[in-house]
């Protein structure tokens, strides 16, 4: 498991995200039984409520299901959920505000494909 470390995020939201990145890492595979509320209380050494409810939001998101008795199961097609999710958030968060500056700046579709592809390039 990895520490949390966002600290201007609430406590369960790192939970929940953590969890998240787990499953879209391929480190929890659909079906797989995600760690149970008292192994991330432990491990965090946080409150049982706080662990609970990024828990329990991953549940209503249907990425998570109980199966009572046994503990918390990683939902058919959370991975592909939670991957288009977070492209949504891509857009939002970051290309639509491109977009938009380049066109305060007078930089064309074609230019910003190839700044795209020269970064792209260099991360390899």
Known sequence: MNHLTNSDKPLYLQIKALIEDQIVNDQLKEGMQAPSTNQLVKFYGLNHVTVAKGVNM???????????????????????????????????????????????LGISEEEIIQYVKEIKKEEL
């Open 58 to 104: 991953l549940v209503d998101e249907n990425i998570l299901f109980k199966k009572r008795g046994i503990g918390m199961f990683v939902s058919e097609g959370a991975k592909e959920k939670l991957l288009y999710s977070r492209k949504l958030d891509f857009v939002d968060k970051y290309i639509l505000k491109m977009v938009q500056e380049a066109n305060h």
